[in-house]
């Protein structure tokens, strides 16, 4: 079992900045790579990044690529997703995820709001 809680979210200004953190507990030990993703209203969910856990391999979605930075803290037992550059079409609930044996966990969400 693994356990993941996403915080960060929030209200900010078309331009503006902010920083995600996804903190995983449990059997952490399994965890081979941590995914953000996004839903926004009336839209499915979608992959916003991803990074292996022991190689920091990262990828991103192409509408993110240049504004998005998704990095690992080991000791921490965190993955962060810093978001600059935030558009309105970033607007949306952003949860994290990862995959073991098969099952799929997923946090909570933190929605991030952007608007002038």
């Known amino acids: 079992q693994v356990q993941l809680v996403e915080s960060g979210g929030g209200l900010v200004q078309p331009g503006g900045s902010l920083r995600l953190s996804c903190a995983a507990s449990g059997s952490i030990f399994s965890i081979y790579a941590i995914g953000w993703y996004r839903q926004a209203p009336g839209k499915q969910r979608e992959v916003v990044a991803g990074?292996?856990?022991?190689?920091?391999?990262?990828n991103y979605a192409d509408s993110v690529k240049g504004r998005f930075t998704i990095s690992r803290d080991n000791a921490k037992n965190t993955v962060y997703l810093q978001m600059n550059s935030l558009k309105p079409e970033d607007t949306a609930v952003y949860y994290c995820n990862t995959e073991i044996l098969g099952s799929s966990y997923w946090g909570q969400g933190t929605q991030v709001t952007v608007s002038s």
């Open positions: 990074i292996t856990i022991s190689g920091g391999k990262r």
